[in-house]
């Protein structure tokens, strides 16, 4: 081998000059060739911008080239960190986050943790499944890659679940940080682990829809498939007579639902008579009343066609609810008007809604006291979502659980899970990692809408590692990314027309669905595909409208490949399980049942993985 330091040069030599060098050693002399592809893309690095020789197509091949040699030589470490150079040159380059989940696969050294992924598995997957999606020609080179990245995951879940339980110790604390008071892993903790319960909020608002019924009052576990329903159901399967014990285990789960109902306001209801019996003297002293109220004010609203913000009903309906939890002095009374409320921009923001609540308690409160516990809720509540991930309520929680202390990231790795009422983490957490929640569902934004949207409803602007990141990040540039041909803007003229045609579908019945909503949004898509690449948001954001109106169109197959395609997004976007993507492999499993053999015209390329990514993220539920 020769000296490749001494004997290669960029002394007055061009980006193809150093390219074809390195080739001319390629086979026989791969460091040597390596040294040459890396001076290439040393000086694109350095020269770009005042150089037409140092072209984007140049620095690709060369980049690509390089890497393939320091893979080949076992150099992972050095690959690694240039696939990493070359990303920030080249966000999309499909060969350099293939290599990196290489790397990540044959040396779980690498420096995995700064890349926010939890373990070496995690970061293989991701990297393989961006490659795959920024150049599709790769699934087919990638797919035994994606195996064993996913049979990887499953082993670091189970070695890591059975470390996990051999201790009873703590896995994590309270800290002061510098976004205030956070949570904080004490122990490494593996996937899918329960580390706050959601069934003892200070106070709930149910959702107007809902009609104070989404929820119950007292814990917040969402209704849709109670304790009194899955009795009537046990009941009508252990008995011959199937349709009689059936239509009575329906009444008798009726007229158990009436009784757990407050027959006065018909405002609240509970889950059990555990829970109607603790919340009942609050209701009864503190809340009733000013239900009724509510009830009667809404008439109103409706009755004379009044413009009143949406948010008015949940937002009522809460503050109703907290007063009462701080006057029945539940725990954590004494902590709720000290949370964070930004107050005066939250009401001015709401406005009218500030006047009308204070309107509904006729001046028996003060209007400070109600503008702050108006603030509270906008910043500090988090939803409550039926099984389905349907919004039915918000819940505030300030006792002395950790529940309230969970801060937001863009990169979360902990999740809400609306089956088991609690918060569990998503993938490995380490020893001194923050343990984060996400507060908006919309992390396939890029940086700047994501801060917009958290700065209009919880008024902070995120300063998360992926917000600081920024544009830095390949694929968060990625994102946004705009054909060369593309108009001037494109994205910024593109984004209003989506989010009102998605808007506009997303918010219509069932029932008025039609096939002429699923060729409208198919055209937008194929348009939108003309000036953005495939991975941009805005296409994201058609697919998951489209995978609405296949299901409701009953298209099975169209409806197995868009829930793929944003599985594979998501994928790519953020490491563990999340649960939207259990939802979407929930889906994807039932598409595929119903195709049977037909199941093959879908080309997808998580198709073939669908049943491996079932058993990760599903593995042995919530511990």
């Given amino acids: 081998m020769s000296a490749a330091p001494d004997a290669v040069s960029a002394q007055g030599e061009t980006m193809l000059q150093l390219r074809l060098k390195g080739n001319a050693c390629f086979v026989d002399d791969p460091a040597e060739a390596a040294e040459y592809y890396i ?15 140092c072209t984007l197509d140049e620095f690709t091949k060369s980049a690509g080239n390089a890497l393939t040699c320091l893979f080949k030589m076992g150099e992972t470490e050095r690959c690694a960190a240039l696939a990493t150079r070359a990303l920030a040159c080249n966000p999309i380059l499909a060969k350099a986050n293939a290599f990196y989940g290489l790397c990540a696969l044959q040396d779980p050294s690498v420096d995995i943790a700064s890349a926010g992924c939890g373990s070496a598995g995690a970061a293989a997957l991701v990297h393989l499944c961006r490659a795959i999606y920024e150049l599709p020609s790769m699934e087919v080179s990638t797919r035994d890659y994606v195996d064993q990245a996913l049979t990887r995951l499953i082993a670091e ?63 917040s576990k969402a209704f849709g498939f109670d304790d009194a329903e899955a009795a009537a159901e046990a009941l009508s399967e252990d008995d011959s007579d199937g349709k009689d014990v059936n239509s009575e285990g329906k009444k008798a789960s009726e007229k158990e639902r009436k009784s757990l109902t407050c027959t006065t306001c018909h405002m609240v209801a509970y889950c059990c008579p555990a829970c109607a019996d603790a919340h009942r003297e609050q209701h009864e002293k503190f809340e009733c009343a000013w239900m009724r109220r509510l009830s009667e004010m809404m008439g109103g609203i409706e009755t004379r066609q009044l413009d009143v913000p949406e948010q008015f009903f949940e937002l009522a309906y809460h503050c109703i609810t907290t007063l009462a939890g701080i006057k029945a002095k539940r725990e954590g009374h004494e902590r709720v008007l000290s949370l964070t409320s930004h107050a005066n921009e939250v009401i001015q923001s ?96 890029p940086t700047h809408l994501r801060r917009e949207r ?81 991975f941009h948001y805005l ?60 199941v093959s015209s879908c080309s997808s390329a998580l198709l073939p993985h669908l049943s491996r990514l079932a058993l990760v993220y599903d593995a042995d539920g919530p511990l």
Avoid at 39 to 48: K, T
Avoid at 166 to 185: N, T
Avoid at 518 to 529: G, R
Avoid at 562 to 574: A, I, K, Q, R, T
């Fill in 539 to 598: 296409c994201h954001e058609v697919r998951n409208c489209l995978s609405f109106v296949h299901a409701v169109l009953g298209q099975t197959r169209q409806c197995l490949c868009s829930c793929l395609d944003e599985l594979l997004l998501w994928e790519c976007l953020l490491p563990g399980g999340l649960p939207v993507k259990k939802m979407k492999i929930q889906n994807a499993l039932e598409c595929v049942q119903d195709l049977g053999a037909e």
């Fill in 39 to 53: 001076q290439a893309v040393q000086l694109y690095e350095q020269r770009h911008n005042r150089d037409a020789a």
């Fill in 157 to 219: 879940h189970v070695s890591g679940t059975e470390a996990f339980l051999q201790s009873k110790e703590p896995g994590v604390r309270l800290f002061r940080g510098p976004c205030g008071v956070s949570v904080e892993a004490i122990r490494t903790i593996p996937p899918f682990v329960i580390v706050a319960s959601l069934l003892s909020p200070f106070s709930v608002g149910v959702f107007e829809g809902f009609a104070g019924q989404g929820c119950c009052v007292e814990c």
């Fill in 454 to 534: 958290l700065s209009e409803c919880f008024y902070f602007v995120c300063r998360c590692p992926r917000c600081q990141k920024g544009d830095k990040e390949p694929f968060e540039r990625a994102l946004s990314m705009e054909r060369p041909h593309a108009p001037k803007d494109a994205t910024k003229h593109l984004h209003p027309k989506v989010q009102i045609a998605c808007a506009t579908i997303r918010s219509r019945m069932a029932a008025d669905v039609s096939q002429k909503d699923a060729d409208e949004l198919s055209k937008l898509l194929s348009d939108l595909l003309e000036q953005l690449f495939p």
């Fill in 350 to 445: 709401l406005y009218p809604i500030g006047p009308l609540i204070c309107d509904l308690f006729k001046g028996e409160e003060e209007a400070a006291t109600l503008y702050t516990i108006i603030g509270v809720l906008r910043c500090n509540a988090l939803e409550v979502a039926d099984r389905s991930g349907l919004g039915v309520a918000q819940a505030l929680y300030c006792g002395s659980e950790i529940t309230s202390f969970f801060n937001h990231s863009c990169t979360p790795n902990c999740a809400i899970d609306t089956v088991g009422h609690a918060i569990i983490t998503t993938r490995t957490v380490h020893i001194g990692e923050e343990l984060t929640i996400a507060y908006i569902p919309q992390l396939y934004w």
